[in-house]
């Protein structure tokens, strides 16, 4: 059974920094493309940004996000991050980290290509 789970949500004050990690067990982690997005309360989910497998070297970010937020891996930990620099109040959300339905992708902004999605880690950032 697949699970991805996120840690290191919490509180933050605006121009403060916070790094999620996504951790995933029942599949080879590297092999997968990785998607960020988040849900606002009242709002729609949100694409943040994604990475694809550990060979295709491809890491792209939504345009409210990019220059602040950087998405890596840790192979050697099977662990996905995202750092996230500047925060502002708007980013406050449930970040969400997924793994698309097959390896050796490159990873999309369609939350319909990722199959295994994790519960999720709440981040508030205060003004």
């Known amino acids: 059974q697949v699970q991805l789970k996120e840690t290191g949500g919490g509180l933050a004050a605006a121009g403060a920094s916070l790094r999620l990690s996504c951790a995933a067990s029942g599949l080879t982690f590297s092999r997968y493309a990785v998607g960020w997005f988040r849900q606002a309360p009242g709002k729609e989910r949100e694409f943040v940004g994604a990475i694809s497998w550990s060979g295709g070297r491809r890491i792209f970010y939504s345009d409210s996000v990019k220059g602040r937020f950087t998405i890596s891996r840790d192979n050697a930990n099977g662990t996905v991050y995202v750092q996230m620099n500047s925060l502002q109040p708007e980013d406050t959300a449930v970040y969400y980290c997924?793994?698309?339905?097959?390896?050796?992708?490159?990873?999309?902004?369609?939350?319909?290509?990722?199959?295994?999605w994790g519960q999720g880690t709440q981040v508030t950032v205060s003004s």
């Open positions: 997924a793994a698309e339905k097959s390896p050796y992708g490159l990873g999309t902004h369609r939350a319909t290509t990722y199959a295994y």
